[in-house]
């Protein structure tokens, strides 16, 4: 390979980017916690063995007058969103410019703004479900509202801005279009590798930011920026990643390309570039080096939007389901009568209503703000994402080659223009988003384990002194030996246990008898693996599935009790769906049990290493490579833009 080819030139490393090794770059992630939390968590119990059905059982009830004035707003969204042409979003790649000028009209930028800044103050709750109707339309549009009210410049603002930003910046959210930017083209999910800079320009006036930025959702039509930058330390400044509010036409921001996607065909993603941008000190949110701690903890519950993304498309697809397995028939007989059908069916169903609990719960506690929500809202992005992508798949495969026939060659033909391959690509992207399901179960796993390291951290450190190790042994003698005991016997080896929900309450005995089957497998990896845990991420990430599947049949049975008991007309359906979901859950659960140590991770490591060392090079001959010349990651040095701005205003 000569010193002229592109690909070598990417990989050469870059003399701007800071040196960061593994070592460093899990300390910037680990800085960036939010740290324990005071407030009771039913996950975090959970993973401990505990099943605190206390936290989730009764559901929390809305306010009155919120869900009122929800449930009013809900009604206009929706007649509105029946007019909707979904399919010129998909021909056209775009938003029409009078579906957001409607969208605004209603009030649907300003969903999660508190009244007094001119929002509609809807709860967590309502603004999922407004979430979901609108996404099952377009989820594109759904992307839009979330991008812009999730993790846009509304949610930081309202928990980290000062009253002076909170006056200035939300009222204009309710009309105009917000972006956040944090990825950079050579940083995901590792922000210690940030490159973006944001220099104090030395006048006390502000910082001058110069950077690039990739996949900005809503970035190319954003009136307003949350930019995530690097100020360097020095006399009077802490430095550290910093978070700012920038005006999305500023001197010296230029949108240079518009990226398209394989789904999602509608969204307003870019590349942007900063060039000598100034931004005042009064745009700051929070102080130097906090940026990460504030993105995190706006996505806690900035995740419930993918999950209530997802929930729509379950919904639709359950419909579609049902119509089509009851109207097609094949050998004599409707295919959904077909039991190789019916399992799709049935999962497709089932999953739904899950889904639709797990959001609604995290939802109600998050407005209810007297439970640490992080490990629920990470679990219903991860599991929702992870089961919403196969329940599309199920519904293509289902509907057979007609599933995969877009809807428009569907209509040509008169047929209904069923849009299931459109909902298989729309849906991918979820498992990405807001942190991949690799990123998701390392971040779950690391809550979950948040006790132990709490008590026995320094017994694994490598790099711990010898004092500070004594000091957590003696520490982690006294906590093991008064919760070790607790996980050998529980409620749910009681005939008798959880009687009040009926013919549910085997299942949340097996729930209660698995989580502590589940923290003493944790505890015995613990033991096993010592300082070597963090790298076994396949056995973390089967934990932290089981404590998903866990979750998802508490909530379920929580939900379907509640629903039996409010909703009389719909009879004993919901019981019998959350008993179909938990059966299914079950055998998932025993699976993932069984592969905390029957796998094959090891030789799947070592393989890996060996394909990457290019020993099975000969495997690929015979196949021509279609893709087009570049390099792998395009190089994105700081400096003035030599494209055309593609910024534009949006309705």
């Known amino acids: 390979m000569s010193a002229a080819d592109p690909e070598a030139r990417a990989q050469t490393p870059d003399p701007t980017a800071p040196e960061i090794d593994e070592r460093r770059a899990r300390a910037v992630a680990e800085q960036a916690r939010e740290g324990t939390s005071d407030l009771p968590g039913f996950a975090k119990e959970l993973y401990l063995g505990r099943l605190r059905l206390d936290l989730i059982h009764p559901m929390p009830v809305p306010d009155r007058e919120d869900d009122e004035r929800g449930e009013a707003f809900l009604a206009r969204l929706h007649d509105f969103c029946e007019g909707i042409d979904a399919q010129r979003i998909e021909r056209e790649e775009r938003i029409p ?141 802490r430095g550290g990643i910093t978070a700012f509010v920038v005006e999305g036409d500023a001197p010296g921001i230029t949108v240079e390309r518009r990226n398209r996607f394989m789904g999602l065909r509608g969204i307003e993603n870019g590349l942007t570039r900063l060039h000598d941008v100034r931004v005042p000190v009064a745009n700051r949110i929070g102080e130097e080096g906090q940026g990460l701690r504030i993105a995190l903890s706006t996505l806690n519950t900035g995740r419930l939007s993918l999950p209530a993304l997802c929930v729509g498309a379950g919904k639709w697809a359950t419909k579609i389901a049902r119509e089509w397995s009851r109207e097609r028939v094949q050998w004599g007989r409707p295919v959904g009568k077909h039991e190789e059908v019916a399992k799709k069916i049935s999962y497709i169903a089932a999953t739904t209503y899950a889904m639709e609990a797990m959001l609604d719960l995290a939802s109600r506690m998050a407005d209810e703000k007297r439970k640490d929500i992080r490990i629920e809202a990470a679990i219903a992005k991860l599991w929702a994402s992870e089961h919403a992508y196969r329940i599309a798949d199920e519904l293509i495969q289902i509907r057979g080659g007609r599933g995969f026939e ?30 991949s399901t690799e990123i998701m179960h390392l971040l779950i796993a690391r809550e979950a384990v948040d006790a132990h390291l709490a008590v026995a951290g320094d017994i694994i450190d490598p790099d711990a002194d010898r004092a500070a190790k004594a000091r957590a042994l003696t520490k982690a003698t006294g906590f093991y030996a008064s919760w070790l005991p607790t996980l050998a016997v529980g409620r749910g080896q009681l005939p008798s246990a959880y009687v009040e929900f009926g013919p549910l309450a085997g299942h949340l005995r097996y729930v209660e008898r698995t989580a502590r089957r589940l923290a003493r497998s944790t505890f015995y990896g613990m033991t096993r693996w010592q300082g070597k845990m963090e790298v076994k991420q396949g056995f973390l990430g089967r934990v932290v599935d089981i404590g998903a599947e866990l979750f998802a049949m508490s909530a379920v049975v929580v939900r379907a009790r509640y629903d039996a008991d409010t909703r009389p007309e719909r009879g004993s359906t919901p019981l019998e769906l959350a008993d179909v979901f938990c059966r299914q859950s079950r055998l998932r659960v025993e699976a993932l049990l069984e592969g905390l140590w029957s796998n094959t991770d090891d030789v799947d490591g070592k393989l890996a290493r060996r394909v990457m060392d290019d020993s099975y090079t000969w495997l690929e001959e015979g196949v021509v490579d279609p893709s087009l010349p570049g390099p792998l990651i395009a190089p994105a040095e700081p400096g003035p833009s030599k494209e055309k701005n593609l910024h534009r205003k949006m309705g």
């Open 406 to 435: 877009t809807a428009e060659s569907l209509a040509a033909r008169g047929e209904r223009g069923i849009p299931a391959e459109q909902l298989l690509r729309d849906l991918r992207i979820n498992r990405i988003f807001e942190g």
């Open 97 to 237: 410019d009078e579906v957001v000028a409607g969208l605004r009209e209603l009030g649907a930028l300003g969903m999660k703004i508190p009244a007094e800044y001119g929002g509609l103050g809807l709860s967590q709750v309502h603004y999922n479900r407004a979430l979901t109707l609108v996404g099952s339309v377009s989820p594109a549009i759904g992307a839009l509202l979330s991008a812009h009210q999730s993790i846009g410049v509304p949610q930081p603002v309202s928990m980290f801005g000062t009253p002076a930003q909170k006056r200035e910046f939300l009222p204009r959210c309710t009309r105009e279009i917000s972006a956040f930017l944090l990825t950079e083209p050579d940083v995901g999910s590792d922000p210690a590798r940030l490159r973006t800079t944001a220099v104090p320009t030395g006048d006390g006036g502000g910082y001058r930011i110069d950077g690039v930025k990739l996949w900005t959702t809503n970035g190319v039509v954003a009136d307003l920026l949350v930019v995530m930058a690097r100020v360097p330390e020095g006399p009077g400044h």
